[in-house]
């Protein structure tokens, strides 16, 4: 199996939810133009350094006004805004504040907060209820966690066993937490 690329999964919605407009909005994975020196800006405001993959995907796509299936990126026009509100709500989660700068907050579901590994590029999951160690790896970056998300939630209808395609996205995604793509495909 292949999982959507970006530009699969950004066309499908566009099909999906183009019609909607205006009356449903945020459901579309639409091109925008972050510089980097607001990319820059941030990182220095906040005392973190993004991974290189990370900058390049949000300053290609809007994930300030976006949603996809049950994961909200943000709702709002500017993803970086976003993601200083993300980061106030994971320092308050937070017992151990050592890790702070080691994590931020990418997008949030119910009961998760999906953590982007600023080291590593991995993509962990966290239930809000839980401590930071008990995190779990979903994907080995941002780009396969959205390419993860995008394909099980645009094919999970044309799928012969939703279970079964949420197994091959995992391996896909380098992921052993077959239940939580399982729990997504529902």
Excluded: H
Excluded at 48 to 66: A, R, T
Excluded at 75 to 80: A, D, F, K, P, T
Excluded at 120 to 132: G, V
């Amino acid at each position: 199996m292949v999982l959507l690329s970006l530009e699969q999964i950004r066309e499908r919605l566009d099909v999906e939810f183009e019609p909607l407009e205006p009356i449903l909005t945020g459901f579309r994975m639409l091109q925008v133009s972050i510089s980097s020196l607001e990319i820059s800006a941030y990182e220095t405001k906040f005392n973190v350094i993004f991974p290189l993959s990370f900058k390049n995907i949000i300053s290609k796509y809007n994930f300030g006004d976006f949603t996809i299936g049950p994961i909200v990126f943000g709702c709002s026009v500017n993803y970086l805004d976003e993601l200083i509100e993300l980061d106030r709500l994971f320092n308050q989660n937070l017992d151990n504040k050592r890790d702070i700068k080691e994590f931020i907050v990418v997008a949030v579901s119910d009961p998760y907060l999906y953590l982007l590994d600023l080291r590593s590029s991995n993509i962990f999951a966290l239930d809000r209820d839980l401590s930071l160690e008990n995190r779990f790896f979903i994907a080995l970056n941002f780009e396969k966690f959205i390419q993860g998300i995008g394909t099980l939630m645009l094919l999970r209808d044309t799928s012969n066993s939703e279970n079964e395609l949420a197994i091959q996205i995992c391996k896909e995604l380098g992921s052993e937490c077959v239940d939580f793509w399982k729990t997504l495909s529902l």
